[in-house]
C-alpha cells in the first residue's frame, strides 16, 4: 500500500506543479551512481566519525539523499516546463515510476510490503532499464531544447 501512496504522490505532484524534470531526473540518476560507487565507503566513514549512527542507517540516509531528496529538491527549485502535452505526461510518469522503484527497497526495510506492493515493485524493476533510457532522453529534451516555455 505504502508503494501505491508514493507513486500516487510523487505523480499528483510532477503532474500538477509542471516543472523542468530535466535537471532533477539526470541528478537522481547521478544520485544512483554516486551511492553504487562512493556509498558503502562513505557510510563506514560516518559511522567511524560518529558511532551512534549504524552503518545501516547511514547508508540509508546517503541512498534517500542522493537518490530522493536531492533530485526533489532540485524539481520544487526548478522553473515551469517548456514540455507540453503528451511529453510532459509520459516524462512526468517515467519520473515518478523511476524515482518509486529506486526508493521501493529502503521503503521495503522500513514497512512491510503486501503482494501486491512487491509484483508492482517487481514489475518496474524489470522496465527500470527502459524507463531509464526513456527518462534521460526527456530529460535531455527537457534541458536542450525548451527554456521559459519557448522552443530556444
Known amino acids: 500500500m505504502i508503494l501505491a501512496v508514493v507513486l500516487v504522490a510523487l505523480l499528483l505532484l510532477f503532474l500538477l506543479v509542471r516543472h523542468h524534470v530535466g535537471v532533477p531526473f539526470l541528478a537522481m540518476i547521478a544520485g544512483v551512481s554516486v551511492y553504487e560507487a562512493f556509498g558503502a565507503q562513505f557510510a563506514e566513514v560516518i559511522n567511524q566519525w560518529i558511532p551512534a549512527i549504524d552503518t545501516w542507517w547511514a547508508q540509508l540516509g546517503l541512498y534517500c539523499f542522493f537518490v530522493f531528496l536531492m533530485p526533489l529538491i532540485l524539481y520544487i527549485r526548478s522553473g515551469k516546463s517548456g514540455l507540453f502535452g503528451v511529453m510532459r505526461i509520459i516524462e512526468a510518469v517515467i519520473f515518478a515510476l523511476l524515482l518509486t522503484v529506486l526508493i521501493a527497497d529502503p521503503l ?36 536542450m531544447f525548451f527554456r521559459s516555455g519557448h522552443l530556444s
Open 108 to 143: 521495503a526495510s522500513l514497512f512491510s510490503f503486501d503482494n501486491t506492493a512487491r509484483d508492482v515493485a517487481n514489475w518496474i524493476e524489470g522496465i527500470r532499464g527502459v524507463l531509464m533510457v526513456v527518462g534521460v532522453i526527456f530529460a535531455y529534451v527537457d534541458v
